[in-house]
Nanobody
Framework: QVQLVESGGGLVQAGGSLRLSCAAS????????MGWFRQAPGKGRELVAT????????YVTDTVKGRFTISRDNAKNTWYLQMNSLKPEDTAVYYC???????????WGQGTQVTVSS
């Protein structure tokens, strides 16, 4: 059974930093795209960043470009979202995601709250 467990969320002042982690268990994602999504109150879930299992093609959405960085550690079956210069509008529940490019299977973590105070 595949499980994704996020950690690293919390309350931070504007301008601060947080690092989210997503630890996967139950399988190794050798051909997958890993990512981070977020959902703010009253809004839909939006894509924040993605990266291939090989570490290639890192992508971050324009609203966080220059502030957020996605990375992965295959040895730990874990990927990360480094969030710097946080803004109140970054407040949301952040979800990690893994999608197999072979089977299309989609896996989600339980979410971690990030709150940025002004």
């Amino acid at each position: 059974q595949v499980q994704l467990v996020e950690s690293g969320g919390g309350l931070v002042q504007a301008g601060g930093s947080l690092r989210l982690s997503c630890a996967a268990s139950g399988r190794t994602f050798s051909s997958a795209v890993m990512g981070w999504f977020r959902q703010a109150p009253g809004k839909g879930r939006e894509l924040v960043a993605t990266i291939n299992w090989s570490g290639g093609s890192p992508y971050v959405t324009d609203t966080v470009k220059g502030r957020f960085t996605i990375s992965r550690d295959n040895a730990k079956n874990t990927w990360y979202l480094q969030m710097n210069s946080l803004k109140p509008e970054d407040t949301a529940v952040y979800y990690c995601n893994a999608r197999s490019i072979i089977t299309g299977a989609n896996y989600w973590g339980q979410g971690t709250q990030v709150t940025v105070s002004s």
